[in-house]
């Protein structure tokens, strides 16, 4: 779980787009930073991204050229995130999901348009991950079907994705990195701080979405998963969750639902929004397997 | 001479008119009307085209673009294999920064944009882009906010026609909107696109019935009603029907033409053209509140307002004129009566507006009002007042990180000198005789409240 906020990527001022947010959002910094060391560790050819801010309601697509290179400018905060990124795509493990999941009956979409910009969440979640962009993306968009329908209808639709996404990753035989672009709390507030910085100002923005965050993470912690998913339309809706674009559902599909412990590298409140960086290790999950063939 | 607004519209959000009208009938005709539109902007004599769009959603207050030539290429998130839209457009940036001034005065938040790339939002870039085509006029963008309800959107609205009067310009206002606005969920051939559902249908019907006579101020007040009907909850809920009828005086005297309604993927997309005229279609159904000043605080839980001050200052990127000044609004002080902040901040001093005896939360005036509802005089406690009065000015100066220690000018205003002067005088004297600001005491009419004395303040910090 890899969340976006523009604040700790403040992208125009170094020139070479190095994080340099001075006096704030520390905590969350330092969660990208140990998950960033962890994952140097692994090993993986692909990351793999669903992210809220490319909001389709026809369908789910997918980016489908091979490099896309511009200037995202934060449509809320542009005066904290101006950012020119080049983005290489795995186009062919992009298709590979698409068509995995249209097989299935899902409406799908490959994105071959060159002008597309690529959407914030996902560069901001990709660069706080992986700065050296040097792995390929995937980048699937955010249906919103929690909007048209419910939130069990978007959680169907984006299980149903997550398993199109196993399937074809290990179809294709490579090592992929999952991220869901999202915070889990996400009520604002509607005011800024003189100073963007000014960490007097920042806290979550109610106790009782501060007392949601820390279930989920304790579930997550525990190795819960499936009970979460369960429980996804109440902390959906009560703590006005971004978890409303999927990508949470879809990461804990995609890993058939990890009944071993999520590592919780840190949690901290951006403008109000409850942000947790977590990962689900690999070797975790092949560890649990083996327990559970007993071999 | 005063700007004024010569015409409004609304115009459909999504982009199949502007990149593929050849291939469906109702895209096509809703390309025409924007063409008819573009045609009566041009003969209204409007100079600049003012757009609320509806497809950019704001968290913080309300943002206004003031880059002076937005560029860019726009791709829909959705309808990306229709192709890309280039856009190249000049912003009235003088209305634009008169606008947000005008915000800030009655106490919204506001912020104008000017980052070169700025993502401009998809519904003003198919208007600009039909509408404009020539840059002949000169635009100004404002977005939605996501929280943000009727009051909120109403005072928006009026700090747009300030703006415009201030201007001397004509002006042309555009919403840029669906009606219904759920689309299909799957990819449909262009010959299969029909409103979603008949009820969908025909809601969009009843409206376009009420705007063809011109009633936007009854449509205004049914938007909730619209909204849980036809409406996705996508990012913001239905409020540009506040928004429209508020430029436009919040009346029904309008005279409306659909120039056309057609399906777009399943939305209802809409052109309707509507003036301003002598003859109104009736009374409205219903009177809502009338906010002239947004002094809501939406954030209803504790937060960065606990320090018991809001600033709103300018934060562009390029422009410094407002660096020096902000509006203060202190939350222990009684509020405002009409539009105006508490306090505004200007280089080294601060500036109060007016202020009387009356308590903050209850409004009651200590001792009793001067005068009754019909204006009879009644019996008043000049002293408590004095008390009252002076305790509001020290919390708004608290507020705004000052103290009465820093006073260094006080105006009087009193409704009674004979009365009341000695009594002033006296209570006056047990709160400034050693910080000995300057002063000048005025004898007056009255007060807007039924109070009997009021001070006008400037300080240091
Ligand atoms: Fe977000």
């Known amino acids: 779980m890899a969340p976006h906020p523009p604040h700790l990527v403040y992208a125009d001022n170094p020139v070479q787009n190095e994080p340099k947010s001075e006096c704030g959002w520390e905590s969350l910094r330092w969660a990208y930073e140990r998950m960033r060391a962890n994952l140097d560790e692994a090993d993986y050819d692909v990351i793999v991204i669903l992210s809220p801010h490319w909001q389709t309601y026809v369908g789910t697509h997918f980016l489908g050229l091979p490099n896309f290179k511009s200037k995202s400018v934060d449509p809320i905060f542009p005066n904290l995130f101006r950012f020119d990124y080049d983005i290489d795509i795995d186009v062919e493990l992009s298709r590979m999901i698409h068509d995995e999941a249209q097989a299935d009956g899902m409406v799908v979409k490959m994105m071959e348009n060159p002008d597309f910009r690529v959407d914030y969440g996902t560069i901001v979640s990709c660069h706080l991950t992986r700065p050296q962009w040097d792995k390929p993306v995937v980048c699937i968009s955010s249906n919103r079907a929690n909007a048209y329908y419910s939130v069990e209808v978007m959680q169907e639709m984006a299980a149903q994705l997550g398993r199109a996404t196993s399937r074809a990753i290990e179809k294709s035989g490579k090592r992929a990195l999952l991220l869901a672009s999202n915070s889990l709390s996400h009520r604002h507030f509607i005011t800024e701080p003189e100073i963007p910085e000014d960490m007097s100002a920042e806290h979550i923005t109610s106790h009782h979405l501060y007392l949601w965050d820390m279930k989920l993470i304790e579930m997550m912690k525990q190795g819960k998963t499936k009970e979460i998913f369960d429980i996804m339309p109440e902390f959906t809706e009560q703590a006005v969750s971004e978890s409303d674009g999927g990508g949470f559902s879809w990461i804990l599909s995609a890993l058939d639902f990890p009944t071993y412990p999520a590592i919780v590298h840190g949690y901290g409140t951006i403008i109000g929004t409850g942000n947790a960086v977590v990962e689900w290790p690999a070797e975790a999950a092949a560890n649990a397997e083996v327990a559970l063939r007993g071999d | ?461």
């Not at chain 2, 209204?44 to 943002?63: D, F, L, R, V």
């Not at chain 2, 009736?282 to 001050?309: H, N, Q, T």
């Not at chain 2, 009387?356 to 009754?372: A, H, L, N, V, Y």
């Open chain 2, 1 to 461: 001479m005063t700007g004024e607004i010569v015409l409004s519209a609304i115009v459909p959000v999504h982009p199949h008119p502007l990149l593929v009208p050849e291939k469906n009938e109702g895209w096509g005709l809703l390309r025409q009307a924007f063409t008819t539109l573009r045609q009566r902007i041009i003969d209204s004599g409007a100079e600049t085209i003012i757009i609320y769009s509806t497809t950019w959603p704001n968290i913080i207050g309300h943002q206004l673009l003031a880059d002076p030539n937005p560029k860019w290429t726009f791709v829909d998130a959705d309808f990306h294999d229709l192709g890309s839209l280039p856009y190249d457009f000049q912003v009235d940036t003088n209305l634009t920064h008169a606008w947000h001034n005008a915000n800030e005065r009655r106490g919204l938040s506001s912020r104008t944009v000017n980052y070169h790339g700025f993502p401009v939002d998809v519904g003003s870039v198919v208007s600009v882009s039909l509408l404009n085509p020539d840059n002949r006029f000169k635009v100004a963008i404002v977005s939605s906010n996501i929280y943000a309800n009727r009051s909120e959107t109403l005072v928006l609205s009026k700090a747009c026609l300030d703006a415009v009067k201030e201007s001397g310009k004509k002006v042309a206002v555009i919403c840029a909107m669906s009606l219904s606005n759920r689309m299909f969920t799957e990819f449909i051939e262009p010959n299969e696109d029909r409103i979603h559902s008949l009820k969908d249908d025909e809601w969009n019907r009843k409206i376009l019935e009420l705007l063809e006579k011109g009633r936007l101020e009854d449509i205004a007040q049914l938007s909730r009603q619209i909204h849980s009907q036809i409406r996705v909850q996508k990012v913001v809920s239905f409020k540009p029907m506040w928004f429209l009828s508020g430029v436009n005086g919040q009346t029904n005297n309008l005279k409306g033409e659909v120039l056309a309604y057609e399906a777009l993927h399943g939305a209802g997309g809409a052109v309707v053209l509507l003036t301003p005229t002598e003859n109104s279609a009736g009374d409205k159904e219903y009177d809502e509140d009338d906010a002239e000043v947004f002094s809501g605080d939406r954030s209803v839980l504790e937060g960065i307002e606990d320090r018991g001050v809001t600033t709103t200052t300018a934060t562009s990127n390029e422009d410094d004129s407002n660096k020096d000044t902000a509006a203060i609004n202190s939350q222990s002080a009684p509020k405002p009566v009409g539009a105006y902040p508490h306090a505004r901040k200007v280089g080294d001093l601060l500036y109060l507006s007016g202020v009387g005896s009356r308590t903050p939360d209850t409004d009651e005036i200590p001792g009793g009002p001067c005068r009754d509802e019909n204006g009879i005089s009644l019996d008043y406690d000049i002293a408590a007042q004095t008390h009252m009065c002076i305790e509001n000015v020290k919390r708004v100066l608290e507020s705004a990180g000052s103290s009465l220690e820093k006073v260094q000018d006080i105006t009087v205003f009193l409704i009674d000198m004979d009365r009341d002067f000695a009594t002033f005088n006296q209570v006056y004297s047990e709160y400034f005789v050693d910080i000995k600001p300057t002063r000048t005491t005025l004898a007056i009419n009255a007060l807007p409240t039924p109070i009997a004395v009021e001070l006008k303040v400037i300080a240091s910090f």
